[in-house]
C-alpha cells in the first residue's frame, strides 16, 4: 500500500496562489491586486481583481493616477480587487469567511470586508502600511475583530503552463 503524498500545498498556500493568479486579469499598468474569499470548510466562495465596473470600457476609461483634468484619473473609475470578490459572490451571506488578498486592503475596502461579515484577513504585501488608508483600515478591523495576518511564504515555486 502507498502512503500519500507529502509535498502538497497548504490551504495558505492554495488561496494565496489564486489571489495571486486572479491578480494577472487587472489591465492596471501599476498595481495588479487579487482577492480570493473562502469558507470556513476552506470552500471557494467568490474571487476578485482591481479594474473597471462591467460595461466601463477600459479603453474608454484612464489608467493615470493622475490626468489632464480631475476627471482623468483611474482610482475614480476602478474597483478594488475586495470589493469586487464581495460584489461577485453570488451567495446571500460571506459571514465568517476569510478574505485572501494581494495587497491590505484600503480604508473603503476595509468597511466593505467588515459590513459583510468576512472575520479574518489574509494578505501578502503590506506596502502602503504607513498611509492614512491603511491605518484607519486596521484601526477598524481592529475595532470590528475582524483578524489580519501576513501570509507567510513557504518559498515554493511552481510553474504553470497556461
Not at 500545498?9 to 491586486?33: C, H
Amino acid at each position: 500500500m502507498s502512503t500519500k503524498r507529502e509535498d502538497y500545498i497548504t490551504w495558505d498556500e492554495y488561496f494565496m496562489g489564486i489571489a495571486k493568479l486572479s491578480a494577472q486579469r487587472s489591465k492596471d499598468p501599476n498595481t495588479q491586486v487579487g482577492c480570493c474569499i473562502v469558507s470556513k470548510e476552506n470552500k471557494i466562495l467568490s474571487m476578485g481583481y482591481n479594474g473597471f465596473p462591467i460595461g466601463c470600457s477600459d479603453d474608454d476609461f484612464p489608467w493615470e493616477r493622475e490626468g489632464e483634468t480631475d476627471l482623468d484619473n483611474k482610482y475614480l473609475y476602478s474597483t478594488h480587487s475586495e470589493l469586487n470578490a464581495i460584489l461577485n459572490y453570488p451567495g446571500a451571506s460571506l459571514k465568517d469567511a476569510r478574505m485572501y488578498v494581494t495587497l491590505f486592503p484600503c480604508n473603503e475596502c476595509a468597511k466593505a470586508i467588515i459590513q459583510c461579515g468576512i472575520r479574518e484577513l489574509v494578505y501578502d504585501c503590506d506596502k502602503y502600511a504607513d498611509t492614512t488608508g491603511v491605518k484607519a483600515s486596521k484601526r477598524m478591523m481592529d475595532a470590528a475583530g475582524v483578524a489580519y495576518r501576513k501570509y507567510e511564504p513557504a518559498g515554493r515555486t511552481i510553474c504553470l503552463e497556461l
